[in-house]
């Protein structure tokens, strides 16, 4: 299967004598089955490692780019594909140096500056100038922040309830999500996100996804950190923001509040009983229809 050695031809040895690789992997192809749409994916390779691409959509489509959130893999965009593969040539990223089949075997990403690098080189070997970005949560920080490092790229920017762009998390979010860190288990993941999204949709296929890969090796998180006022001040990229209702990841009307304080031209929308986790495949007719308007 794609994505099971290096562009170097060297083995993986942490990824494949991992024991829970197998059923990762069977998880992982479980999810991205329920693409509606034809899927092509592509292995990239980079002075980072190879990063695993699901591609999708319109050959001559107008190309966006979707990043998830940490551990989310690109098979969370399960339910947005079909409504967004109808008119974009769509390229949907494993994260390097996350879960998923990208594997980061190459130089060490080691902070933002590694993520820039990164993600011009993935804009190269797709041979885009340009294209449309959408992130969501930790994928929203790297969006935005890509937006910020080359403007001249990214030709709209879609934010779904961004982490540490416009506020920081929550105190009691990063209280419950320490135990994940510190000892990391499929039961931990399960019990927070469970709390996370209480009294919201979470599709279990997915959860089971992110619960398996939480001991993912060689998994590595750079810690985010809010972009600097004046950069965001001087970012002209059409923006939308779209807020999870019921997020208890941060404070949403703060998010918002700070959003058009530092970059006014912003387009932004509260998406009701939505959480955090779940978007965005929770309530996927409304998030949809606000991207494809946008993007369009």
């Not at 993986?12 to 092509?40: H, I, K, N, S």
């Not at 490692?49 to 989310?72: F, K, Q, S, W």
């Not at 449309?132 to 309830?161: E, F, I, K, Q, T």
């Not at 001991?215 to 939308?240: D, H, M, N, S, Y």
Request: glycine fraction near 10%.
């Amino acid at each position: 299967m794609a994505g099971d050695r290096s562009p170097r031809g060297r083995p993986r040895p942490a990824v494949e004598t991992w024991p829970g690789r197998a059923g990762y992997l069977a998880a992982y192809d479980a999810v991205l089955a329920r693409w509606p749409l034809p899927v092509e994916s592509v292995d990239v390779p980079s002075p980072f490692g190879t990063t695993h691409v699901n591609v999708c959509g319109p050959r001559d489509g107008e190309p966006l780019i979707l990043l998830h959130g940490a551990g989310a893999t690109s098979t969370v965009w399960f339910a947005n594909v079909g409504a967004l593969g109808r008119t974009f040539r769509v390229y949907a990223v494993d994260t390097i140096g996350d879960a998923g089949r990208s594997v980061g075997d190459g130089r060490p990403i080691g902070g933002l500056a590694g993520f820039m690098d990164w993600l011009d080189a993935l804009f190269g070997a797709l041979d885009l100038d340009g294209a449309s970005v959408c992130g969501h949560s930790y994928g929203g920080w790297l969006a935005l922040n890509y937006a910020l490092h080359a403007p001249g790229r990214v030709r709209r920017l879609a934010l779904l309830d961004p982490t540490d762009c416009f506020a920081g998390l929550r105190t009691g979010y990063r209280l419950r999500a320490v135990p994940m860190f510190v000892r990391p288990s499929a039961q931990r993941v399960r019990a927070f996100i469970e709390w996370e999204t209480a009294n919201t949709e979470v599709d279990p296929a997915w959860l089971e996804l992110m619960c398996l890969g939480r001991t993912f090796p060689g998994a590595r998180i750079v810690v985010a950190r809010r972009p600097a006022p004046e950069r965001l001040r001087a970012c002209a990229v059409p923006t939308l923001l779209l807020l999870a209702g019921e997020s208890r990841a941060h404070d949403i009307r703060t998010v918002s509040a700070n959003a058009r304080r530092l970059m006014p031209h912003v387009v932004g929308a509260v998406l009701p009983g939505v959480s955090h986790h779940a978007m965005p495949a929770a309530r996927p007719e409304q998030l949809n229809r606000a991207l494809e308007t946008f993007l369009a």
